[in-house]
Nanobody, 123 residues
Framework: QVTLVDSGGGLVQAGGSLRLSCAAS????????MGWFRQAPGKEREFVAA????????FYADSVKGRFTISRDNAKNTVYLQMNSLKPEDTAVYYC????????????????WGQGTQVTVSS
């Protein structure tokens, strides 16, 4: 069993920054992937960013490229999402997720999910 605990959300003004963290426990993901997704009220959950655990290859949604950076700390089994130049449209609940393969890494086909952390960007 795997547990993901995501944290770091909050209220920030447009143009500001936040860093989200996702700590994984229960097993390591040496050959797997972790991702961040978000869901705004009334909208479907959407892909934000993902990273492969072993070589650290990254993937980003077009809407966050150049503003968000995903990274991982293998020793701590933790993934981070650094969010800069935040916009009101980034407001959502952000979820981290983990999966055992790197197939369909930008879809919601993940095996484990965190509880979510609220990010609110005011204009």
């Amino acid at each position: 069993q795997v547990t993901l605990v995501d944290s770091g959300g909050g209220l920030v003004q447009a143009g500001g920054s936040l860093r989200l963290s996702c700590a994984a426990s229960g097993r390591t993901f040496n050959n797997d992937a972790m991702g961040w997704f978000r869901q705004a009220p009334g909208k479907e959950r959407e892909f934000v960013a993902a990273i492969t655990w072993t070589i650290g290859r990254t993937f980003y949604a077009d809407s966050v490229k150049g503003r968000f950076t995903i990274s991982r700390d293998n020793a701590k089994n933790t993934v981070y999402l650094q969010m800069n130049s935040l916009k009101p449209e980034d407001t959502a609940v952000y979820y981290c997720a983990a999966k055992y393969t790197i197939v369909n890494i930008t879809t919601t086909q993940y095996d484990y999910w965190g509880q979510g952390t609220q990010v609110t960007v005011s204009s």
